[in-house]
C-alpha cells in the first residue's frame, strides 16, 4: 500500500517540503473494521486517498464482530441502520426482521466488504501499541502489535498476546474505534477466581455457548442482558440475575417492519433517508407538539399504550416535547412503563424491584425485549437485587453476597457493559504535540471539537467521537455524517494545498461548554449511566454525547464548513514557521442551548414581529406569552396597591422575600424599587412577575413594582416623570411598605432600567433621596441606536433592532432623544451616582450601551460592576424558571446587587 504517491501527497511534494518527500507511507490510518471503518475506506478509495486499517478482530463487523450473545439484535430498525451510501444495497440485501439479529447484520457487514473489496486494506488481528504525532514532519507515527492468540477470549482489549507489529508513518490518523467497544473492567472482587465458565457479553465466543442443564448467573441489566436472559432461560437448569439497578425497557414487537413504516419508506427512500439525516435522533419520525402534562390522564395513558406497542426505543420517549426536559412530565412516562412491568410480573416483590425510581426514564438507553419481564415468571429463573444484597466477592463455585448468602453456578455471564465512547480512544497511547498524552488531555472529561478533532492532536479525527450525538442517535446516520464530514474535509485540504487540520482551543472550549450546557438542561446529568461515564470506577462524570440532536449537530457541521472551516487552523506542512497557517478562529455556537432551543420554537410557530402589531394588540400577545411562562419562585408575601404617579394613581405590587417572614417582625428589609421592561409601550406593575420574585428572594429585600405611563398613550417624559414620582412615594411610604427608607436601591430592565437609570441622576441632582444602589440589566442608554450590537444582532433574538426603534418612535420625538433623561449615557454629569451592577447579553442590540454606560460612570469615579452574559439574549435574564443557563448571572448579580443594598 504505501509507496504510491497520492494527489494529496503530490500536493506537499510541490510545494518542496523535504519531509514530505521522503514522505509518509500512507495518507491516512485507519483503526476499526466496523461500520465506520468500512465506509471510510471506501470513501477513501474513491477520493484516491491512501489508507490502511488495523483491526484487532480476525474479520470485519466491530460491535457485531464481538457482540454475539444470544439475542443480540440492533435495538434500531434494519430500515433505518443500513448503509445509504451505496443505493444499490437496498436491492441486493433484504433483512429478514424488523430489527435484524447479530449474525445477520454481521453477514451485511461482510457482504459490504466483499462487494467492494475493502479487506484488500484492512489488517487484522492487529491492534495499535502507540500513536506519536511529529509537529516537524506533521506526520504520525504508529506502531501496530499483532494479536497471536485467541481474539474471541474475555479480556477487555479484544484478548491475545502481543506479538511484533510494524511501524507506519501516516498524515492523518482516523480512530473509527466505535462508542461501545472497550468492555468495562469487572470491578467485582474475585473476579478471576471463579473456576467455572465466564463470559462476557462484548466477547461472547464464536462457536456459542450451550447452557443446557447450568446453572448460570448474569450479572447486570443492560440492554445486552435484557437481550439475552430470556434467551439463557430457555436453556439453562437455573438462572439468577444479578441487579444493581433495573432499566427501563419496552417490547421491540419484533417481526416484520411495520405498515407505518413501510409506507414512509418504500417508493420514497432518497426523501426518507434526507428526513433520517436531518432528524433529531437520525430516525425519520413525527415531533411531539405538545407536553405529556398538557393533555389529561386518559389521553396520555392512550398516547403511552400506542408507544408501547409501536415498539421502538423513540416512541415512548418522543410521545411529548417535553419528556427530557421537565421532571414531572417524564415521571408521567416512567410510571406508565412500570405499571406495565407490574402487570407483567407476577411477583409483586420482584415486580417492584424492577422497576426503575432513581433515575428519569430515557437518561439510560431504553431498552427494548422480547420477553424481559416474563422470564421473572419462570420458576427456575431468580433475581437478586444488589441493592439490598451486594456482591461481596465472587468465588471458585459462584458468587458470594453479603447477606451470607452463596450463589453457587456453573456459568457467570458478565454483561457489565462498556467503557463508553472514550474507553477505546484513551486506551491507546495516543501522544499529541509536545508529548501530551490524549489520556491526560481528558482526564476530566473529553474535550473535543465537534466530537470530530481534539485541539493539540493535529489530523486525529475521531467518528462519533464523545460530544457528537453519537449513542444517542442512530448510530448508521451519525457514522456517514462523520465520515463525509471527514473526508470532504481532506479533499477541502487537498484543493486549498493544505495538509494540516486542527481545531483552535478557543472553538474547542466553547464546543465542550456549549454541549455540557446542552446537557444541563435536560435530564441526563440526574442518571448514573454509561452516558455520563458513570459507570466506570474512577472516570470524570460528564455528558459524553452530544444531547442537542442529529439536525442541529448536522447543522453545525455544515456551518463551520460554510464559514470556511470556522474554529480550525489548517496549514501546509512544509510551512515550518507557522506563516501560512490559515487560521479561522471563532465559536461555531455560541448562543446558550436553551436560548437557542427557544428562538428554535419561536421560529416555528412563525409569530408575527411585535413591530409589525398595533401597541394594543402587542401588550395583548404580550400577555398571553406571559401567561404560559412559569410562575417564578414562591415568596412570603404578595400584595398590591396603587401609588400616585405624576398625572394620577398607578398600580404597584409588592413582593416580600420567603426569609423576611422568618426575620424578626419588627425589622425593616432594605427596599427596591423596581421598573418593568417594555419600551415604555408594553408591560406593567406584574409583567415582570417571576424576575421581582427571583429578585426579592435572593437580595432579602422587599421588592416594589411599579407602573408607569405607557406610550404611545403617553409620551416622553411621561414614563420618566412616574418613575420620580415612583421614587418620592417609595420614600415616604417605605416603612408601610416594611422597607428600611436609608436602604433603598432601584432596579429594572431595558426601558425600565433606562427609568431606574434616569432617577438616580435626578436624586443626585436635588440631593435626596439617598439611593443605595441601581441594578440595570441590559438598559437603554445611549438614544442614537447605531453601536455595533445594533448591527451585529438586528434580527432574530427577539428585541430586534426594528422593534427598538418601534419603542423609542411610539415614546419620544426624534429631536427629543439627546435628552438627558433619556439617554443617560450622554448625560452632562455621571459622577455621584448610586453604585451600579449593570447586566448586558451577548446577543442584544443594547449590549454595547449597557458596557458603555458601566465604563462611564467608572470614568466618573463612580462604581460599577459589568457582568457580561455570555450566549443570551434581551429577554434572558426574565425567563426566571423558563431558562436554565441565565441563572447563573443573574444570581451573580443579585449577590452583588444585594450586598450593596444591605
Ligand atoms: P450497560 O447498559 O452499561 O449495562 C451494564 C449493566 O451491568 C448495568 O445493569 C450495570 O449496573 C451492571 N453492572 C456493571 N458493573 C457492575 C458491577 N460491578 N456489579 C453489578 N452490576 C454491574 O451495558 P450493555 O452492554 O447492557 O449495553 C450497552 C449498550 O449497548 C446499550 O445501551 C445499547 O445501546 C447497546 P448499573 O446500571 O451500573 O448499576
Not at 194 to 207: K, L, N, S
Request: net charge negative; aromatic share 8%; with cysteine.
Amino acid at each position: 500500500m504505501g509507496g504510491h504517491v497520492t494527489d494529496l501527497q503530490q500536493a506537499t511534494i510541490a510545494s518542496g517540503d523535504d519531509d514530505a518527500r521522503s514522505g509518509p507511507d500512507v495518507d491516512v490510518v485507519v483503526v476499526g473494521a466496523g461500520i465506520a471503518g468500512l465506509y471510510l475506506l471506501r470513501r477513501l478509495r474513491d477520493l484516491g486517498i491512501s489508507a490502511r486499517a488495523f483491526e484487532t478482530a480476525d474479520d470485519v463487523g466491530g460491535t457485531w464482530y464481538w457482540n454475539r450473545y444470544p439475542g443480540a439484535r440492533c435495538d434500531v430498525e434494519s430500515i433505518d441502520y443500513q448503509y445509504t451510501w451505496d443505493p444499490d444495497l437496498l436491492d441486493e440485501w433484504t433483512w429478514s426482521e424488523r430489527y435484524a439479529t447479530q449474525p445477520e447484520i454481521l453477514r451485511y457487514v461482510e457482504y459490504v466488504a466483499d462487494k467492494h473489496d475493502l479487506r484488500r486494506d484492512i489488517t487484522f488481528r492487529t491492534r495499535i501499541a502507540d500513536a506519536r504525532w511529529d509537529d516537524t514532519s506533521s506526520t504520525w507515527t504508529i506502531r501496530t502489535e499483532r494479536v497471536d492468540g485467541q481474539v474471541d477470549g474475555p479480556a477487555d482489549d479484544g484478548g491475545g498476546a502481543a506479538g511484533t507489529g510494524e511501524t507506519i508513518r501516516c498524515r492523518w490518523y482516523v480512530m473509527a474505534t466505535g462508542c461501545l467497544s472497550a468492555p468495562k473492567d469487572p470491578d467485582i472482587e474475585g473476579a478471576g477466581v471463579f473456576t467455572g465458565e465466564v463470559y462476557v457479553t462484548g466477547r461472547w465466543p464464536h462457536d456459542g455457548v450451550d447452557f443446557t442443564g447450568k446453572r448460570v448467573a448474569v450479572i447486570g441489566t443492560g440492554s445486552s442482558a435484557i437481550q439475552s436472559i430470556p434467551l439463557i432461560a430457555d436453556e439453562a437448569d437455573e438462572l439468577v440475575v444479578l441487579q444493581r439497578t433495573p432499566n427501563f425497557s419496552i417490547p421491540a414487537h419484533n417481526g416484520p417492519p411495520t405498515a407505518d413504516k413501510v409506507a414512509r419508506f418504500d417508493g420514497r427512500v432518497d426523501e426518507y433517508r434526507e428526513e433520517a439525516r436531518w432528524s433529531s435522533a437520525g430516525v425519520p419520525r413525527d415531533m411531539p407538539e405538545l407536553g405529556a402534562l398538557q393533555v389529561d390522564d386518559a389521553a396520555r395513558r392512550a398516547r403511552y399504550e400506542q408507544a408501547w406497542e409501536e415498539g421502538t426505543i423513540f416512541s415512548l420517549t418522543g410521545a411529548y416535547n417535553d419528556l427530557f426536559l421537565n421532571p414531572a412530565a417524564n415521571e408521567t412516562a416512567a410510571e406508565f412503563v412500570r405499571s406495565k412491568i407490574r402487570s407483567i410480573v407476577d411477583d409483586p416483590a420482584t415486580a417492584e424491584v424492577l422497576c426503575p425510581t432513581t433515575y428519569p426514564i430515557g437518561t439510560k438507553r431504553l431498552c427494548l425485549d422480547t420477553n424481559y419481564y416474563e422470564t421473572f415468571n419462570r420458576s427456575h429463573v431468580s433475581l437478586v437485587d444488589l441493592r439490598s444484597e451486594p456482591i461481596e466477592r465472587i468465588s471458585e463455585t459462584g458468587i458470594d453476597l453479603a447477606s451470607g448468602r452463596s450463589l453457587t453456578v456453573d456459568a457467570i455471564v458478565f454483561a457489565t457493559g462498556f467503557d463508553a465512547m472514550t474507553g477505546a480512544i484513551v486506551r491507546v497511547d495516543i501522544e499529541g504535540r509536545d508529548g501530551v498524552a490524549l489520556a491526560d488531555k481528558w482526564a476530566d472529561g473529553p474535550q473535543t471539537y465537534l466530537g470530530l478533532m481534539t485541539h493539540g492532536f493535529p489530523n486525529l479525527f475521531m467518528v462519533t467521537g464523545p460530544q457528537s450525538p453519537s449513542v444517542l442517535s442512530n448510530m448508521a446516520v451519525s457514522i456517514e455524517q462523520h465520515v463525509e464530514w471527514i473526508t470532504d474535509a481532506l479533499v477541502a485540504l487537498r484543493d486549498e494545498r493544505l495538509d494540516v487540520i486542527e481545531p483552535t482551543e478557543l472553538a474547542e472550549r466553547a464546543w465542550v461548554r456549549h454541549t455540557n450546557d446542552f446537557a444541563d438542561i435536560t435530564l441526563f446529568p440526574q442518571a448514573n449511566s454509561w452516558y455520563m461515564g458513570a459507570n466506570v470506577p474512577g472516570k470524570a462524570r460528564v455528558v459524553l454525547p452530544y444531547v442537542g440532536g442529529v439536525d442541529r449537530y448536522r447543522q453545525a457541521c455544515v456551518d463551520v464548513v460554510e464559514s470556511g472551516y470556522l474554529g480550525f487552523r489548517r496549514a501546509n506542512s512544509a510551512n515550518g514557521d507557522r506563516a501560512g497557517d490559515v487560521v479561522n478562529d471563532g465559536i461555531i455556537r455560541p448562543l446558550a442551548p436553551d436560548v437557542m432551543v427557544m428562538l428554535d420554537m419561536m421560529a416555528e410557530l412563525g409569530l408575527p414581529p411585535l413591530e409589525s402589531m398595533t401597541p394594543t394588540d402587542a401588550r395583548a400577545f404580550m400577555e398571553a406569552s406571559a401567561a404560559m411562562s412559569p410562575p417564578g419562585p414562591e415568596v412570603a408575601d404578595i400584595s398590591d396597591g396603587t401609588y400616585p404617579g405624576a398625572a394620577g394613581e398607578l398600580a404597584y405590587r409588592r413582593y416580600v422575600p420567603h426569609d423576611a417572614a422568618a426575620s424578626a417582625t419588627d425589622a425593616l428589609s432594605p427596599l427596591i424599587l423596581y421598573f418593568h421592561g417594555g419600551g415604555w409601550v408594553l408591560g406593567h406593575a406584574t409583567s415582570d412577575d417571576a424576575f421581582c420574585r427571583d429578585l426579592a428572594n435572593r437580595t432579602g429585600a422587599i421588592v416594589v413594582s411599579v407602573d408607569y405611563r405607557h406610550a404611545p398613550e403617553h409620551r416622553f417624559p411621561a414614563a420618566h416623570d412616574d418613575a420620580w414620582a415612583a421614587l418620592e412615594w417609595a420614600v415616604s411610604a417605605a416603612q408601610e411598605l416594611g422597607g428600611d427608607p436609608d436602604r433603598l436601591a432601584v432596579a429594572g430592565w431595558s426601558a425600565g432600567a433606562n427609568l431606574a437609570g434616569h432617577v438616580c441622576h435626578r436624586a443626585r441632582d436635588e440631593g435626596a433621596p439617598h439611593i443605595a444602589a441601581q441594578l440595570l440589566v441590559t438598559p437603554v442608554t445611549d438614544h442614537r441606536m447605531a453601536t455595533p450590537s445594533y448591527g451585529e444582532n438586528a434580527d432574530g433574538y427577539v428585541l430586534t433592532s426594528s422593534l427598538m426603534r418601534w419603542f423609542m418612535d411610539h415614546y419620544v420625538d426624534g429631536a427629543r432623544r439627546d435628552d438627558d433623561r433619556l439617554s443617560i449615557l450622554h448625560a452632562h454629569d455621571l459622577s455621584g451616582l448610586p453604585p451600579a451592577v449593570v447586566v448586558t447579553a451577548e446577543f442584544d442590540p443594547l449590549r454595547d450601551e449597557g458596557a458603555a454606560y458601566a465604563d462611564a460612570l467608572r470614568a466618573a469615579g463612580g462604581s460599577a460592576t459589568h457582568l457580561r452574559a455570555g450566549g443570551q439574549i434581551h429577554t434572558s435574564l426574565m425567563a426566571v424558571g423558563a431558562l436554565a443557563t441565565p441563572a447563573e448571572v443573574r444570581e451573580a448579580a443579585f449577590v452583588e446587587f444585594g450586598r450593596l443594598v444591605d
